[in-house]
């Protein structure tokens, strides 16, 4: 064979084995997905006025901050799972959400009194928000895992916090239809919190799942 022919060999390879785990990787998150809305759907369910609250800016809001997060931290965790894949711009995209959150906060801040700024933070559901992120995320998070497995993250850890913000954010968009807190002040103290311990979770499941 000649190197030519050779090197053509490997670079057909290399895009077929990049398609095919696109693929494995794409299937675990509409898996999890699936997984937390199974679980979600029986023993919570939307909120009884969700039609009236689609009409509002607050609580559509909440769904720009989930879902940005989750396909920022998607296509980051592509790239991370395949060594020598530049992040390119996905790693900018990942500050989106926070960056929207802390405008929203700063907004509520400034258009809201003094007194009212605990009672919005606290809200009614801070518990419930801190217990259940967690726990939707655990399916997604288990799908994810396993489908990294199938790549190569040179960073294992980084890798594993990646997929937590990704589970993280599929379970957040999931809990905030039930949700009836729907203050950025709220959303920037439980969700946030919650998002970090399932980060911290990936993280450690990272570490020890996806090492070489």
Known sequence: MRTEDLINALVADLTVSKFRFRQVLVSAIALGAIVAAAAFLPSMGVRPDIRQ????????????????????????????????????????????????????VVTELVATPVASWSSRMVGTNAVYCLMLIPLLSLGPLACIIYALRKGAPTNPGLAGAVAGLL???IAATLYATHCTDDSPLFLATWYSLAT??????????????LRW
């Open 167 to 169: 589970a993280s954010g």
């Open 53 to 104: 609250a689609l009409l509002t800016i607050r609580f559509l809001f909440k769904f720009v901050v989930t879902l940005s997060l989750a396909v920022s931290a998607g296509g980051l965790l592509y790239c991370l799972a395949r060594p020598g894949t530049p992040t390119g711009l996905w790693a900018w995209a990942l500050i989106a959400a926070p960056t929207l959150l802390v405008i929203a």
């Open 196 to 209: 970090g311990i399932v980060t911290l979770a990936g993280y450690a499941i990272g570490a020890r799942a």
